[in-house]
């Protein structure tokens, strides 16, 4: 499914900074590289990046798909983008937030553990308060946050072990205190 274009990466990428007056130290932060490397990808004065990490950063900051890059190659282990990172993605369409602006909301060391999340190589945060900043960000309601953060938290405990559903009385109850004490 790559898009065929002409342009070369390194263009793909300055245009894209141009267009969105994005400064390429914004830029770097979001991908987790050094605003040298920037730089240095744009002008080719190195080769564009063949990492995949990175490609998919960019990616994901761009709003486009990997394979759009010429240096791209397809990860061997499929990606898994679950329902709750889907779910933020559909609110940032229908909001018509880019997903730069999204990210300029976060303080600055957030935003690559953000793109990560995009992207889908980071689950969601189980942290409430961490996942309320992102849903605020997003203007969901409080009932919405604290669905994501249960649905969230009953896949950790599933994962490490615990059945969710022979133990629900126990689940029940601690739902029930974390709804009283968020005020929910």
């Known amino acids: 499914m790559k898009t065929k274009t002409d342009k070369k990466s390194a263009e793909i990428v300055s245009n894209f900074l141009e267009?969105?007056?994005?400064?390429?130290?914004?830029?770097?932060?979001?991908?987790g590289?050094?605003?040298?490397?920037?730089y240095n990808l744009i002008d080719e004065s190195i080769p564009f990046s063949t990492r995949c990490t990175t490609l998919e950063r960019i990616a994901t900051v761009m709003e486009i798909e990997p394979e759009v890059f010429e240096e791209y190659k397809i990860?061997?282990?499929?990606?898994?983008?679950?329902?709750?990172?889907?779910?933020?993605?559909?609110?940032?369409?229908?909001?018509?937030?880019?997903?730069?602006?999204?990210?300029?909301s976060f303080p600055r060391k957030k935003r690559l553990e953000i793109v990560d999340?995009?992207?889908?190589?980071?689950?969601?945060?189980?942290?409430?308060?961490?996942?309320?900043?992102?849903?605020?960000?997003?203007?969901?309601?409080?009932d919405d946050i604290y669905s994501l953060w249960e649905k969230r938290l009953?896949?950790?405990?599933?994962?490490?072990g615990m059945n969710v559903y022979s133990n629900s009385e126990l689940i029940n109850s601690m739902f029930e205190c974390a709804k009283k004490y968020l005020l929910i």
């Open 19 to 31: 267009k969105n007056s994005l400064h390429k130290k914004d830029f770097a932060e979001m991908i």
């Open 117 to 142: 999340i995009l992207r889908g190589a980071t689950p969601i945060p189980i942290d409430y308060q961490e996942l309320a900043m992102i849903g605020e960000t997003l203007k969901l309601s409080k």
């Open 75 to 104: 990860p061997q282990e499929p990606r898994f983008i679950d329902e709750s990172v889907m779910f933020i993605k559909d609110i940032l369409k229908k909001s018509k937030m880019s997903v730069v602006n999204f990210l300029k």
């Open 33 to 38: 590289v050094t605003l040298s490397y920037v």
């Open 154 to 160: 009953k896949e950790v405990l599933e994962i490490n």
